[in-house]
């Protein structure tokens, strides 16, 4: 096996260890998942386990990695929500200033 097939490997039991992880932790802790979530996780473990990644546009992730940058932040979503931290909201608007 060449070393790029070990990296796709590599990637696609790590993605599928986060899921399980997320999922896991959800329960454990208590934590409903909505409908969506639930759905997107076992979704995407789906695509990974059938293809080796989780998305077929290369634009839209790293070579070699099995989610998509917008997966692996909603994962990152789910596992915060999981283990009860509040969500990051980085782009939150300003509010407006007045001008009197």
């Known amino acids: 096996m060449s070393p790029w097939e070990q990296q796709k ?5 790590a993605a599928l260890n986060a899921l399980k992880r997320a999922r896991r932790s959800a329960e454990k802790a208590g934590v409903l ?4 979530e639930g759905d997107f996780l076992d979704s995407v473990g789906e695509r990974i386990q059938t293809h080796g990644r989780a998305f077929a546009d290369p634009e839209k992730g790293a070579p070699g990695q099995a989610l998509s940058a917008m997966q692996g932040r909603k994962l990152k979503e789910i596992t915060a929500k999981a283990k009860g931290e509040a969500p990051k909201r980085r782009w939150a608007r300003k509010p407006a200033q007045s001008e009197e």
């Open 9 to 13: 490997e590599a990637a696609k039991r």
């Open 33 to 36: 998942l909505s409908e969506w």
